[in-house]
Antibody
C-alpha cells in the first residue's frame, strides 16, 4: 500500500523558517517525482512545487508565490521528501500536502500537516 | 498563473447527474491533455477521480467521467450518491513544469 505521511507543521512567526517532511512507503521512491500542494484555511488547493527523481536530474520547480523562499529536497535513502520554508508570511498559513506526481497528476496524497504563521 | 475557474457550487438529487466546469486558457487546459480532477471530503486529503481529461483511476467509480472542449474541462458525476457530496478541484499542467488548480466546487446532494 502506498503511504505518504507529512510531519513538521507548527506555529511560526512571520519571517521564520520551517522544514516539513513527507515519509513515503509502498512504491519505488527513487524514480518518483514528488510534489507539495497547500490549502489555506477554507480555501482551495494551490500547487507549491515539485522535485524530479534524481535519475531525471532531481531538478525543482516552484509556484511564483513561493519561489526564492521555499526549497524542495529529497533523501532517497530515507524515501523522504522535504519542504524547506524560509521568510514565512502570514499568507503561507495552510495545510501542506505532499503527493506523488505521477505523469502530471497527483496520486496519492498524504494527510497533510498544518503550518500557521502568526505573531 | 491564475487559478482555473470553477463554479462555487453545484447540486443534484440522488440518482441525478451534476456537471462541473473548469475554465482555463490555451496555456493550460486548452494546451495539454493533462487535466485531472480531485474529490475532497471535509478534513480529508484530496483523492484523484479523473486523470488525463477522461481516464478513471482504479478504484474510482464509473459514475465519474471527464471531458474537454477548448479551454474548458468538465467533470460529470452520474447517479449521484450521498457520498459524492464533497469539494471537487480540477488541475491542469500549465507548461514550464508548473501546475494550476481550479477554484473548487462544492457539490451538494439534495
Amino acid at each position: 500500500e502506498v503511504q505518504l505521511v507529512e510531519s513538521g507543521g507548527a506555529l511560526v512567526q512571520p519571517g521564520g523558517s520551517l522544514r516539513l517532511s513527507c515519509a513515503t512507503s509502498g512504491f519505488t521512491f527513487t524514480t518518483a517525482w514528488m510534489s507539495w500542494v497547500r490549502q489555506a484555511p477554507g480555501k482551495g488547493l494551490e500547487w507549491v512545487g515539485r522535485v524530479k527523481a534524481n535519475i531525471h536530474g532531481g531538478t525543482t520547480d516552484y509556484a511564483a508565490p513561493v519561489k526564492g523562499r521555499f526549497t524542495i529536497s529529497r533523501d532517497d535513502s530515507k524515501n523522504t521528501v522535504y519542504l524547506h520554508m524560509n521568510s514565512l508570511k502570514i499568507e503561507d498559513t495552510a495545510v501542506y500536502f505532499c503527493s506523488w506526481l505521477y505523469n502530471n497528476w497527483f496520486d496519492p496524497w498524504g494527510q497533510g500537516t498544518l503550518v500557521t504563521v502568526s505573531s | 498563473q491564475s487559478a482555473l475557474t470553477q463554479p462555487p457550487s453545484a447540486s443534484g438529487s440522488p440518482g441525478q447527474s451534476v456537471t462541473i466546469s473548469c475554465t482555463g486558457t490555451s496555456r493550460d487546459v486548452g494546451g495539454y491533455n493533462y487535466v485531472s480532477w480531485y474529490q475532497q471530503h471535509p478534513g480529508k486529503a484530496p483523492k484523484l477521480v479523473i486523470f488525463e481529461v477522461s481516464k478513471r483511476p482504479s478504484g474510482a467509480p464509473d459514475r465519474f467521467s471527464g471531458s474537454k472542449s477548448g479551454n474548458t474541462a468538465s467533470l460529470t458525476v452520474s447517479g449521484l450518491q450521498a457520498e459524492d457530496e464533497a469539494d471537487y478541484y480540477c488541475c491542469s499542467y500549465a507548461g514550464s513544469d508548473t501546475y494550476v488548480f481550479g477554484t473548487g466546487t462544492k457539490v451538494t446532494v439534495l
